[in-house]
C-alpha cells in the first residue's frame, strides 16, 4: 500500500512537471507567434510609408526626392533614370487613399551574408481601371551595400485581375528599372 501511494504521488509530480512544460511550450509557441505578427505589422507600415512617400513625391512633382530614394547601384544601372522618373510623374494614372496592400518580402543568406528586401504591391483604382504599382527595395544587404534603397518601381494597367499578354512582371532578379505599362488586353 506503501509504495501505490509514493507511486501515486511519483505519477502525480510526473504528471504536474509535464503539465507544467507544456504551459511553458505553449508559452513560447503564443510569443513566437506575436512576434512574427509583429515583423509582419513593421513590414507592412514600411510598405505604406514607402507609398505614401511615392504618391506625395509624384504629386508635388519632386522628381529628385524619387531619384534620391533609388540606391546607389540602381542610379549607376538605370539608364536615362532622371527622364524615366519625369515619365513616372508625367503619367501617373492618379491616386486615391483606397488601394489594397500586398506586401512581400525575400531573405537570403549566401555565405552568412543576409540580404533583406520588400516588394510591396499596391492595387488601386483610377477612373473605372485597376492599376498595380510594385516597389522593389533593400533593407538590408551584407553582401552589396550600395543596393540599399529602392530597387524597381513598376506600374501597370490591370483588366479584371489579368494581366495583359505583353505585360512581364519584372522580378528581383532583373536589372533595376522604372516600368511603366498601359496595354489593352488582347
Known amino acids: 500500500m506503501k509504495w501505490k501511494k509514493i507511486a ?3 505519477m502525480l509530480i510526473i504528471m504536474t512537471a509535464t503539465f507544467q512544460g507544456c504551459a511553458d511550450i505553449k508559452d513560447e509557441i503564443s510569443n ?3 512576434a512574427v505578427e509583429e515583423h509582419k505589422n513593421s513590414e ?4 505604406q510609408n514607402e507609398a505614401a512617400f511615392l504618391v506625395d513625391a ?9 531619384k534620391d530614394k533609388f540606391s546607389p547601384y540602381a542610379q549607376s544601372n538605370i539608364g ?3 527622364a524615366k522618373i519625369d515619365r513616372l510623374i508625367e503619367e501617373f494614372p492618379g491616386w486615391n ?3 489594397e496592400v500586398t506586401d512581400t518580402s525575400e531573405r537570403w543568406s549566401n555565405h552568412g551574408k543576409i540580404t533583406y528586401m520588400l516588394t510591396p504591391s499596391f492595387d488601386f483604382d483610377v477612373d473605372g481601371k485597376t492599376y498595380r504599382m510594385r516597389i522593389i527595395y533593400y533593407t538590408e544587404s551584407d553582401e552589396d551595400e550600395s543596393k540599399l534603397g529602392y530597387y524597381s518601381i513598376q506600374i501597370y494597367e490591370r483588366f479584371n485581375y489579368e494581366y495583359s499578354s505583353d505585360v512581364y512582371m519584372h ?4 536589372e533595376p528599372d522604372i516600368l511603366l505599362w498601359d496595354y489593352t488586353k488582347d
Not at 507592412?44 to 510598405?47: D, E, I, L
Not at 522580378?171 to 532583373?174: A, I, M, S, Y
Open 44 to 47: 507592412y507600415r514600411s510598405a
Open 32 to 34: 513566437f507567434k506575436k
Open 80 to 82: 536615362n533614370l532622371d
Open 171 to 174: 522580378g528581383v532578379d532583373d
Open 58 to 66: 509624384i504629386e508635388r512633382k519632386d522628381a529628385q526626392a524619387i
Open 8 to 10: 501515486a504521488v511519483c
Open 97 to 99: 487613399d483606397d488601394y
